[in-house]
């Protein structure tokens, strides 16, 4: 059974950074690519970023590039997304998710968390 745990998120003030967990099991992020999105209220799933199973690539969406960075730990087969310089504009459910693909589109993921809510305030 694979499961995808989120941890990490909370409450945080405007320009404060929070650095999110997700832990796998029942697959490896060393055969698998990985994922972070983000649903804010009302919108839709938005991709964040990807790492690639050997952790050699990395793929970000404009919108976070330079302030978000995914990484991993393959022993502890987690993945992170250090997310710096917050916005109330980044309060929303985020997710990880694995893909056996390269691709920043939700139907192109097979496994997903069930999510963890980071709110930051102005």
């Known amino acids: 059974q694979v499961r995808l745990v989120e941890t990490g998120g909370g409450l945080v003030q405007a320009g404060e950074s929070v650095t999110l967990s997700c832990v796998a099991s029942?697959?490896?992020?060393?055969?698998?690519?990985m994922g972070w999105f983000r649903q804010a209220p009302g919108k839709d799933r938005s991709f964040l970023a990807l790492i690639s199973w050997n952790g050699g690539s990395t793929f970000y969406e404009d919108a976070v590039k330079g302030r978000f960075t995914i990484s991993k730990d393959d022993a502890k087969n987690t993945v992170y997304l250090q997310m710096n310089s917050l916005e109330p504009e980044d309060t929303a459910v985020y997710s990880c998710a694995s893909t056996r693909g390269w691709s920043r589109h939700p139907k192109d993921y097979t496994y997903w968390g069930q999510g963890i809510q980071v709110t930051v305030s102005s």
């Open positions: 029942g697959l490896s992020t060393t055969s698998n690519n």
